[in-house]
Structures are given as C-alpha cells and as structure tokens.
C-alpha cells in the first residue's frame, strides 16, 4: 500500500507550504542550495550536469540532515566553455552578485543554517568569495561544501574501470534526481576519446603554481568519451554516489553548529577591541 502524501516528509522546498518551512525555521534546521551550471560537457553528457550533481547531492543528504532543499541555482560563471553552443555562461561577478543576492534573501527569511553544495570547478573560489562578502557584509556564517569525487571515483573504477567517472556520475545523478532515462550512454558509441589538453602551455604553467584563464577547444579537452557503461548501471551508481556524499559529509551538521558557536563567541568577544 502506498504512503500517503501527508505521511512522507518532504524535503524539497518547492513542494513544501510555508507552514513546513515555517517550522524547519523554528528549529533552526539546515537549508541547502545546489549551485549548479549549464555548459559544454564533451560530446555525449549533458549541459546540466554539474546541476544535477548539486541537487542530487542534496537529496541525498536531506534525509540524513533533517534539511531542506531549495530549487538549485542553475546559470553561473562556466569557466573554460564559455563559447560552446548551448552554454550560458554568466560574468564571475554577475555570478557572484546573483549567489550572494539569494543566500542574503534566504537569510533575512530567517534561515541561519545554510550550506551551499556545488560540484563545478570554478565555484569552489567564487562561492569562497560570496561567502565572505555575506559574512562581512551580515555577520552571518553561510558555509559552501564542495564534494570531491575522489572516493565515488575510485568506488566507479574498481568496479567498472578508468575513465568512467563522467559517464557514472551523469548516470547516478540523474537517476537520484527522478530523471532515470533521458541519459543513454548507448550515445557514446564503441569510440574510446581520452580527455585532452587545450594548450601544452598550461601543463608547464602548472609547475609553477600559476592560475590562468583559458578556454576549451575541443570537446574532448573537458569531459573525454569511453563506452561500457549502460541505462541498467545507474541504480548501482546512484548508490556508489550515495556512499562517497555521505563519507565525505560524515559529521559535517555537528562541526557547521560548533562553528557558528565558536565564531559567535569570538566575535562577541571583542578581541581587537581590547587591544
């Protein structure tokens, strides 16, 4: 017999009345905001994936969390793939302009918990900044978490081999997401393509520590193409998925709620003022 819909919890703050999100203020529960994009991704996976990455990071973390999930951010600063058919791309500072503007609004609602969660390269740094500028500009601690793939990577190559990451990743994500079927990675064909570099330049820049601006061009230089993988993969992926979040997020509420502790009873304090 199937639940009825008073008796699921919901956690998607799109479906959710203000009288459920009246509540999740009232214990000061965590909000999370999937930062996303919509750029080139090689040939075969799909413009928003870095966004559904974001949400389905999300979803699964907002049942361990007791969070709510609020409708992801889709069109930030792309990065290298500014030029490609289909990306849109936004100015690092509209980018940053835009984010800051949401997560101040979600403050002034009276949401003090809140975690933004993002898997695309650049977001890491602008969303440092954004952090920053809200803290100094509200005296607010907003946090960004960022997962690394390197334990859902490794989870993918034991079992189903290099090269894969992508293709897995687009696979789970979508399959968390609800939207299991609009990616076939039949699409990819029989082709192995490694993933490239744009420019030998970069790779003797790195020595040195150096950040340059650069663009992609060629498909490959982003997201390279392997087959293998297929639609009956996905569950098995969305649960390797599930695993490597949760690790890397293992006791992340616990430390967020000591850190607003401690930097509130630090800056009360005064410190500079006793000087």
Known sequence: MAESASSVKRIMADTMTTGELAAHRRRNGIVLLPVGCHEMHGTQIGLGCDTFEAEAACRVLAPEWDAVVLPPIAYTFGGATGPWPGTVSLHPRETMDYVSAVVRAILRNGFRRVVLISIHGPSRSYLAMVLRGVFE???????????????????????????????????????????????????????????????????????????????????EDHVGRKPGLTLDDA?????????????????????????????QQAIAGAPWDQV
């Open 137 to 219: 500009e509200t005296g607010e601690l907003p946090i960004q978490f960022h997962p690394q793939w390197g334990e859902f990577n490794r989870l993918v190559r034991e079992e189903f081999g290099e090269g894969q990451a992508s293709t897995a990743s687009h696979l789970a994500t979508l399959y968390i997401c609800g939207r299991h079927g609009e990616f076939d990675p039949a699409v990819i064909g029989d082709e192995t393509a490694p993933r490239t570099v744009p420019l030998d330049s970069l790779v003797t820049l790195e020595k040195h520590d150096v950040h340059a601006p650069y663009r992609y061009l060629r498909p």
């Open 235 to 263: 569950p098995r992926l969305a649960e390797q998925f599930r695993q490597a979040v949760l690790t890397r997020a293992a006791g992340l509420p616990e430390d967020y709620e000591r850190y607003q502790r401690e930097m």
